[in-house]
């Protein structure tokens, strides 16, 4: 006997299955990080939706009180009208441009979770020993 052997062989059955659950472990662990990242951005997407709204919706409230202003003043005999006519109409282009911007961040979010199963769906077919799906 030239030495003694504290565990198994480098290349023993062992030591690949203990070298496949580490790298599983990895995976999981990257899939998971990934996972984590994309639902903050879909909360963030969510939040400034709903911030956007909000503000459209209190633009929107402030041109319809001053609508009904100028409505009230319209028998008066001055420029009043001008003034509350500019008024709510710059208060309605707030709220058209936060309805806007709010529908925009709406279209264009993407599908929720798309790069997590994107990754999947690469692992499985590397696993499975067909070739990884093409990323568009």
């Known amino acids: 006997m030239t030495g003694t052997a504290s565990g ?3 290349g023993g059955l062992m030591a690949s299955i203990l070298r496949l659950l580490a790298t599983l472990s990895a995976i999981g662990r990257n899939r998971l990080s990934l996972l984590a990242v ?3 951005e879909e909360r963030n997407r969510v939040l400034a939706v ?3 709204g909000a503000v459209a ?3 929107l409230v402030f041109g319809l009180v001053f609508v009904a202003l100028l409505l009230a003043v319209v028998l008066w005999d ?3 009208l001008l003034a509350l006519g500019g008024i709510a109409v710059a208060f309605l282009a707030g709220a058209g441009t936060c309805w806007w911007q709010a529908t925009r961040i709406l279209r264009d979010g993407g599908s929720l979770f798309s790069a997590s199963l994107g990754e999947l769906a690469q692992d499985q077919a590397l696993l499975g020993g067909a070739e990884p799906p093409a990323q568009p």
Request: glycine share 0%; proline share 13%; hydrophobic share 45%.
């Open 8 to 10: 198994p062989p480098s």
């Open 38 to 40: 994309e639902l903050e």
């Open 50 to 52: 709903l911030a956007w």
């Open 57 to 59: 919706l209190l633009l």
């Open 78 to 80: 001055s420029h009043r």
